[in-house]
Each structure stands twice: as C-alpha cells, then as structure tokens.
C-alpha cells in the first residue's frame, strides 16, 4: 500500500473502527451473538471501503506524479488523461498544457537550431568557394609571376650578353679609331 494510500485509508478505517467500538460499548449487555457477527462483518466491510476509497484518491496523483516524472526526464509526449471530474482532473488539464507548451518550445529550439546549422552550412559554403577561387588566383598569379621571373632572366642574361658585346665593339672602334688616327698621322708625315 502506498504512502498516499494509507494516509486516506487508515483515517477512515479508525474512524469505522471507533464508532463500532462506540456502539458496542453503549449496549454491551444488551448485544446478542448476531450483532457480534454483524459488527465483524462491518469492520471488514469498513476497512475495505477506507483501501478502496484511498486507491481511488491516489490512484490520479500516482498517474500525475509518474507522468511528471516521465516529464523531467526529457519524454516531452507525457501526457494525463483523467476521468474524474474534480480538481485532479483540472491539474491533469493543467499539466498537459504545460507538457504541450514544452513541447513545442522545444520543438522551436530545434527548428531554430536545424536552420541556422543550415545557414552556416551555407555560408560555409560560399566562404570555401571563395576561398578556392582566391587560391586559384593565387596559384595562376604565382605561376605568371613565376614565367615572368623567368623571362627577366633570360633578358638580363641576354642584355649581359649584349652589353658584353656592346663593350668589345667599343674597345674595337677605339681600336680602329687608334689606327685611323695612327694612318693618318703617318700620312701626314709622309705628305
């Protein structure tokens, strides 16, 4: 028997109790073997209607407490469905309600959650693309940098070479203009 249970039942029961009790002593003399009977049967009859009346109180708050409990550990469909037509049956109302409400919070949240993780996904996606084309900017940019690179060193090879033959003519125009100043001269003295 359950705590709730038998804080319902065991009042009712004494209660029986102490009035059958109460009438039995008040004609004692006076009770026939019968009426023994009769009160016996009354007593068992008592002590069943207190568990049955106590059943039929915690039975809604037990369906409550263990829907609340499902509740709190994340099964956000817990719902109660009561019969009664009391104040249990307007907590059950009342409990549904808050379930529903977490329910679908929860359900935003992870709506919410599923569209920005596809935001990001998205963005992330255009940011890589760019990315990628920035790269290949870069690899085209090296590589014509690269073939330029190559290209001044093959003309600064070539204007090595040319300067070189540049200064070789010069040394022999210098060398010409030498004789021809020299021929000259010796014309001149022969003339």
Known sequence: MSKLTSKIAFPIILTGVFVIVVFAALGYEQLAASIYIVILLLAVFIFFFGFSIGQNFSSPVKELLKKANDLSQGNLSSRVYLKTKDELSELAKTFNTIAENLEQSYNR??????????????????????????????????????????????????????????????????????KQTNHKAKKIKKI
Do not use: H, P, W, Y
């Open 109 to 178: 949240g992870e709506n919410a959650e599923k569209s920005i993780e596809s935001k990001v996904r998205i963005q992330t996606q255009a940011m890589q693309e760019s990315i990628n084309a920035l790269e290949q900017k870069i690899r085209n940019r090296t590589e014509g940098l690269g073939r330029a690179i190559n290209e001044l060193e093959k003309t600064k090879r070539s204007v090595a070479r040319k300067e070189t033959e540049i200064s070789k003519l010069r040394k022999e125009v210098d060398e010409l203009k030498i």
